[in-house]
């Protein structure tokens, strides 16, 4: 299974991004994707994830209202998209898979202890300038 995130860059304070994470290896669609982002230095964030056989999502009460998260099946791939963006979210954004939807909404919320995601991604940089 790969993962592939891409979409990052700079821009600046108020614009958007679309981040994509391109999805291979899987013999179905009934798994998962999450968004996180990581910023060094400090804890990780949830964001939001999808599942892929229904399209069933999720967002953490932080990240309601900007991020919107979509997929397309036939492509095997899941959009981030950001809008209104700010200096403070500049990060390093990573997309999870995990077969358990439940897992990755855990992972989200921060339920402890934490079962670690099946599948990462590279990341992609966004960096937002003011």
């Known amino acids: 299974v790969q993962l592939v995130e891409s979409g990052g860059g700079v821009v600046q304070a108020g614009g958007s991004l679309r981040l994509s994470c391109a999805v291979s290896?899987?013999?179905?669609?009934?798994?998962?994707i999450g968004w996180f982002r990581q910023v060094p230095g400090k804890e990780q964030e949830g964001i939001s994830c999808i599942h892929f056989s229904d399209g069933t999502t999720y967002y953490a009460d932080s990240m309601k209202g900007r991020f919107t998260i979509s997929s397309d099946n036939a492509k095997n791939t899941v959009y981030l998209q950001i809008n209104s963006l700010n200096p403070e979210d500049t990060a390093v954004y990573y997309c999870a898979a995990d077969f358990s939807f439940r897992k990755i909404v855990h992972n989200i919320v921060g339920v402890q202890p934490q079962q670690a995601l099946q599948y990462w991604g590279q990341g992609t940089q966004v960096t937002v300038s003011s």
């Open positions: 290896g899987f013999t179905s669609h009934a798994y998962a």
